[in-house]
């Protein structure tokens, strides 16, 4: 007898639902909240911090917020797998990005750094910062030794020093030494022993000098004399970070007010929407609206961490943990750049700083930590 009967399409239905359930329920809404939320301070006080400017940055902050929210959703939905068996063609368009900059690159705060396209421009070094990433972390991941010997380490060392090399003759030192939290983050997690760090640390002291010898320009130089002793030029080399430090006391426990501060409003602090834009917040904020700050990113970051320890595979705990190094290291140095607790460069502050290209990266990022962490449910 012939059944009549119809598939039960709604069980059908639900199975297929279950993947996408599962990594919905599974998605780290932590790291992704904090992250947005960065990000609305972000808008909110790069339009504080330009308002009275010619032109308000905040339309456009908000498009590049749009445009990295995509980019965010596009990288978690990648298997990183994917990322990683072309990691080395990722590197290559990194590097070939970093190579158009000196034929076709314009200039931006004294560095030939940029690629434009009409009114539009990107900085390469931002994404070659993830694509090093990238390649390192497959290449690190490939390796079974419990301690990485010094073959293996100086590979990884080669694998960052071109598109270092290349940043700083832009010369864009600020951002050449973004690459270094990465490598340093993926030795350490990948195993290095101590006499070796010892050795690295030596290593970095003669290259220091060496690059203060030859690599740095008279600018760059002078920004460190500035560091060391503000009070001798407090209106010409000293004026910024002098400034900087008034906004933020000014600030006291909660704030001046929202677009009520003084140093910002009256124009006496340079660059207040893109590198010190955490002044501008600690002034209209004060102490409570800082510490509300440094707690958003202390969610992300161990968020982050979280997925880097529940990862399936080396390579993915490796990608997370330089990534989280990255930008860990671009928080800590900009936050004390705006105290002048050291020299001033152009590191931005994640997630707030006015800057498309920085922003995609930062958002991008983040959604390569979320591609790790989902993929956890799968096995390959």
């Not at 399409?9 to 932590?30: E, F, K, S, V």
């Not at 705060?109 to 994404?127: D, K, N």
């Not at 330089?322 to 152009?346: D, E, K, Q, R, W």
């Amino acid at each position: 007898m012939r059944s009549t009967s119809r598939p039960n399409t709604g069980i059908i239905a639900l199975a297929d639902a279950q993947p996408a359930l599962r990594y919905l329920t599974g998605l780290d809404w932590a790291l992704l909240v904090s992250a947005v939320l960065l990000a609305l301070v972000g808008l909110a006080t790069v339009h504080s911090a330009s308002a009275e400017l010619a032109l308000d940055y905040l339309p456009r902050q908000a498009a590049w917020l749009a445009l990295g929210l995509v980019c965010m959703v596009i990288a978690a939905s990648i298997d990183y797998h994917h990322l990683l068996d072309h990691s080395l063609a990722l590197y290559v368009l990194g590097v070939i990005g970093l190579v158009l900059v000196f034929f076709i690159g314009r200039e931006a705060g004294g560095a030939q750094s940029r690629l434009g396209f009409g009114s539009f421009s990107i900085q390469p070094s931002e994404f070659s910062k993830l694509a090093t990433a990238v390649l390192l972390s497959r290449f690190l991941g490939d390796l079974k030794q419990p301690f990485l010997d010094l073959k293996s380490i100086a590979t990884a060392a080669l694998i960052v020093a071109l598109p270092v090399s290349m940043v700083t003759l832009e010369p864009d030192l600020g951002s050449a030494a973004m690459f270094m939290p990465i490598l340093a983050g993926m030795l350490l997690v990948a195993g290095v022993r101590w006499r070796t760090i010892a050795v690295a640390a030596v290593t970095a002291l003669i290259l220091a000098g060496a690059v203060w010898s030859f690599g740095m320009q008279d600018y760059q130089r002078q920004r460190v004399a500035t560091f060391l002793a503000p009070e001798s030029d407090p209106l010409g080399a000293g004026y910024q970070v002098r400034q900087s430090k008034i906004a933020v006391g000014s600030g006291g426990l909660s704030g001046q007010g929202y677009m009520q501060g003084t140093q910002s409003q009256l124009r006496f602090l340079p660059a207040r929407h893109t590198d010190f834009v955490f002044a501008v917040l600690a002034e209209e904020w004060g102490f409570v609206g800082v510490l509300g700050v440094y707690a958003l990113y202390a969610t992300f970051l161990l968020s982050a961490t979280r997925i880097a320890l529940r990862a399936r595979n080396r390579a993915g705990i490796l990608l997370v943990s330089g990534l989280v190094s990255l930008l860990a290291f671009h928080t800590l140095y900009n936050t004390a750049m705006v105290v002048g607790l050291v020299p001033i460069t152009g590191i931005p502050l994640p997630f707030l700083s006015y800057g498309g290209s920085f922003t995609l990266m930062c958002f991008t990022a983040t959604g390569l930590i979320l591609s790790v962490d989902l993929r956890r449910y799968v096995n390959r």
